[in-house]
């Protein structure tokens, strides 16, 4: 099976005579590729963690194993092969579900000379999905992120809502994002699964325009489940124009597109339960 171009995915009702997916949610972060990383460890999970994806209503999944980390290397050409091998299994299975090569790119001082092995949320790494240490925002990250400007890159900073310096700081996000970054929610985050702190974190990330895009970032561990289609209940809500914004964003990214909609961005006051 030849693999899918991003930009041939018809998940928009257009009127055309494209038949739309029941299951049309798109997930751009998750750990769905079996035994590459911390996510799923076997063919067996993976098919079942599919399976529980078109039962939330996902049809399209960006897989994003871990790349670049202290513990996971995963090669563009070695994902790509993954996604294809994996793709050829949902189908024999089935499963309608739409799975496309991806990175959570670990961020490091030398990413901008490691593009060539690296994986683009869209086919054309328009947009990168990034992850920051969990402890902080390096130093060196506005630099970088301009490295990645001058390359036509804009990079999307995954779950910055447990990033600790964020959680303390969200100015930082503010920061970054009024230079040309973009933010990735995690659905458990806002829905409460991480806990009442980080959810209500989350709804002012959203409230404030710091988050354009909510994902699954699912692995095979039963705290870390899908909950998009209850994330995405939770969006609309905190307004009813949230959900729908968030769903049209995640298909701009995959597809390299301009974002239209946006919530406006404004920078959140600090809350003295965040000390606590």
């Not at 998940?11 to 055309?16: F, K, S």
């Not at 005579?17 to 998750?30: E, I, M």
């Not at 970054?181 to 699964?193: E, F, H, I, K």
């Amino acid at each position: 099976m030849m693999f899918k171009s991003k930009e041939q995915m018809a998940i928009m009702d257009t009127g055309t005579a494209t038949k739309v997916r029941r299951n049309s949610l798109v997930d751009l972060h998750c750990h769905i590729l079996p035994g590459i990383d911390d996510g799923s460890p076997d063919l067996a999970t993976s098919l079942e963690l599919a399976q529980t994806a078109v039962r939330e209503g996902i049809g399209y999944i960006l897989a994003t194993p871990h790349h670049l980390d202290r513990q996971y290397i995963n090669h563009r050409a070695d994902v790509e092969q993954a996604v294809t091998k994996f793709q050829h299994e949902l189908d024999q299975a089935q499963i309608p579900l739409t799975i496309f090569a991806g990175q959570e790119v670990h961020l490091n001082g030398d990413l901008a000379k490691r593009l060539p092995d690296l994986l683009g949320i869209d086919e054309n790494m328009h947009y990168m999905l990034v992850e920051f240490p969990h402890q902080e925002v390096p130093t060196y990250t506005k630099e970088l992120f301009f490295q990645l400007n001058c390359q036509d890159i804009i990079p999307v900073i995954a779950h910055p809502e447990r990033n600790a310096q964020i959680l303390k700081q969200p100015e930082i996000l503010y920061e970054l994002e009024t230079e040309g970054a973009l933010a990735q929610l995690t659905a458990t985050s806002l829905v409460g699964g991480f806990g009442k702190k980080l959810r209500k974190f989350s709804i002012d990330l959203v409230k404030h325009g710091l988050v354009q895009v909510v994902a699954s970032d699912a692995h095979a561990l039963k705290n870390r489940k899908f909950a998009l289609r209850e994330a995405y209940l939770a969006l609309d809500e905190i307004d009813r124009d949230f959900g729908p914004i968030f769903f049209e964003n995640s298909k701009h990214l995959l597809n390299g597109e301009i974002l239209n909609q946006q919530i406006s961005l404004q920078p959140i006051r600090k809350h003295s339960w965040w000390q606590k």
